[in-house]
């Protein structure tokens, strides 16, 4: 788990350090930077991923919309400190906007106190091997583009740990109301792969997510139900029971499409999804939009 956070000039974040729990809550009013905190974790577990251009276009930000305005001109510096099982270690680094790399990074076994991974000055080096110097591009963390096979077993934990990190803190339930084709084992960032990303869950979880549902938020839900149609497009829809009048209170079976499904059920459906997924740690913002009171303070002890 993630224990510490500390990052300084990003955004409206300056030295700016807080500690984490397993379930950690953030409140408080609207512009004081709750969005920018989820924003900050989820910046710096891509530089692991490597791909941070495609990351800035999808929020459509440019590399200077990362600086704290008034010192624009110096790098983001950042440090997450992680318990991975018995052990503990500190990801230290700092980002470049203009070249998009981290240039000096380094990560420490805290338990032991050894350096197993570091870059400076256009060189690298993995724990006791010499120093290597960095003839390739690449953007990020250099973590993003080593293989494997260079790596230790640490190092690829602690990479595959920081690569899990899911935020999901751009959920748009007009997003989520489209049909997708293919969602790589992955939610979009607002939400817009969501039909094809309930197609691919197993049967057992669909199972699952639907008896949550049920059970917790909404007793007339009965499934969900996404079906392939032309040019394989995903098209999702939600079953429920209702009891339609002069029927004698006999159950009828109601299928409602996503387009006029409404924007609370959407944003249970992806945050509950994400719960069965193998992600170490998700980042949900403002959960509480469209959804009434009382399912929230659910929502809020299911998490």
Request: with cysteine; hydrophobic share 40%; proline share 3%.
């Amino acid at each position: 788990m993630i224990r510490e956070f500390y990052i300084n000039n990003f955004k409206s974040l300056v030295n700016f350090n807080f500690q984490l729990d397993k379930f950690t809550c953030l409140i408080g009013l609207n512009g004081s930077g709750k969005s920018t905190i989820l924003q900050a974790i989820d910046f710096t577990t891509q530089l692991i991923k490597g791909h941070i251009e495609d990351w800035l276009k999808t929020r459509e930000w440019g590399p200077e919309d990362l600086l704290y305005y008034f010192k624009s001109g110096e790098n983001i510096n950042f440090v997450i400190k992680l318990q991975i099982e018995k052990s503990s270690y500190s990801w230290r680094s700092e980002f470049n906007a203009n070249t998009l790399t981290c240039p000096n990074e380094e990560i420490v076994n805290d338990t032991s106190g050894e350096i197993l991974f570091k870059v400076a000055e256009r060189a690298y080096h993995i724990g006791n091997n010499p120093l290597k110097p960095i003839e390739f591009k690449y953007e990020g963390s250099l973590l993003s583009i080593l293989q494997d096979e260079v790596l230790t077993e640490e190092l690829i934990n602690i990479r595959d740990f920081l690569i899990s990190v899911k935020s999901t803190d751009l959920l748009s339930p007009q997003l989520m109301r489209k049909r997708a084709r293919q969602a790589d084992n992955d939610l979009g960032l607002g939400g817009e792969k969501l039909s094809a990303f309930l197609y691919d869950l197993s049967d057992d979880k669909k199972s699952k997510l639907n008896q949550l549902i049920k059970e917790k938020f909404q007793p007339t839900f009965e499934s969900v139900e996404t079906t392939t149609i032309q040019a394989g497009w995903k098209k999702l829809s939600i079953i429920e029971n209702v009891f339609p009048r002069k029927k004698n209170n006999l159950s009828e079976r109601l299928r409602t499409e996503a387009r006029h499904v409404s924007d609370g059920l959407l944003r249970l459906l992806a945050i509950l999804s994400q719960m069965m997924t193998n992600h170490q740690v998700l980042l949900f913002d403002e959960i509480e939009d469209g959804i009434n009171p009382e399912i929230v303070e659910k929502l809020v002890d299911l998490l």
